[in-house]
C-alpha cells in the first residue's frame, strides 16, 4: 500500500489559505490600485484621514500592503505566521472602523474585518499544512520564533495605530483640533 501524499488537513488548508488570501488580496488592491471599483491611494488616503487614520496617504499603503501582502503570502503559503500577523493587524483596524456599527455587516458592523482577521490568524498560528512554498522551503520563514515576533509586531502597530486614531477622535469630539 503506497502512503497518502496529502490528507484532507492539507487539502483544507490549501483551500481555506487560498480562498482567504484572495479575498484579502482583492480587497486591498482596492485601496493600492482602484481595482474592483476602490478608491486607489488617493481616494483611500482621503477616506482613511476621514476616519482618523493619519496620515492618510501613508495608512491607505499600510492597509493595503498588509491586506495584499498578507492575502498573497497566506494564499502561497509563504512565511504564513508573518502573513497571517499583518492581515489580522489591517483587519484590525478595520474592526476600529466599524465597531461603532455593532456586530453584524448588515448595520455598518465589523463581522468581516473581524471574521477575516480572526481566519487570517488562525491560518498564521495554525500553519500553512504540506501543500505550501513554507513546507516546500522545510519552513525557513515559518519557525517558531517568526509566529511570535510577527503577531507580537502586528499587535503593538495595530495598538499603535487604533490608539492613535481613537485619541484625535475623541479630540475632535471635545473640540480639541489638536492632537
Known amino acids: ?5 496529502t490528507n ?4 483544507g488548508l490549501l483551500v481555506l489559505r487560498v480562498g482567504t488570501g484572495a479575498v484579502l488580496a482583492a480587497h486591498g488592491s ?6 474592483f471599483g476602490g478608491g486607489g491611494i488617493k481616494g483611500t488616503g482621503a477616506a482613511m484621514e476621514s476616519m482618523g487614520f493619519t496620515p492618510g496617504r501613508q495608512s491607505a499603503m499600510a492597509a493595503g500592503l498588509g491586506e495584499v501582502g498578507g492575502g498573497a503570502l497566506l494564499a502561497l503559503g509563504f512565511a504564513t505566521p508573518a502573513a497571517g ?7 484590525a483596524g478595520a474592526v476600529a ?8 455587516a448588515q448595520a ?29 522551503t522545510c519552513h525557513r520563514f515559518d519557525g517558531p520564533w517568526t509566529v511570535a515576533v510577527a503577531f507580537v509586531a502586528s499587535a503593538a502597530a495595530a495598538t499603535a ?16 483640533g489638536a492632537y
Not at 484532507?8 to 487539502?11: E, G, K, N, P, Q
Not at 500577523?85 to 483587519?91: E, H, N, P, S
Not at 472602523?97 to 453584524?104: E, I, Q, S, T
Not at 490608539?163 to 473640540?175: I, P
Open 85 to 91: 500577523a499583518a492581515a489580522a493587524g489591517a483587519m
Open 8 to 11: 484532507r488537513r492539507d487539502l
Open 1 to 5: 500500500m503506497t502512503p497518502c501524499l
Open 30 to 35: 482596492q485601496k493600492l490600485f482602484g481595482w
Open 161 to 176: 495605530v487604533v490608539g492613535k486614531r481613537q485619541r484625535r477622535n475623541r479630540q475632535e469630539d471635545d473640540g480639541d
Open 97 to 104: 472602523v466599524h465597531a461603532p456599527g455593532g456586530f453584524f
Open 108 to 136: 455598518g458592523g465589523y463581522e468581516y474585518p473581524a471574521f477575516l482577521g480572526f481566519t487570517a490568524a488562525a491560518i498564521g498560528l495554525t500553519g500553512p499544512g504540506r501543500l505550501s512554498l513554507d513546507h516546500a
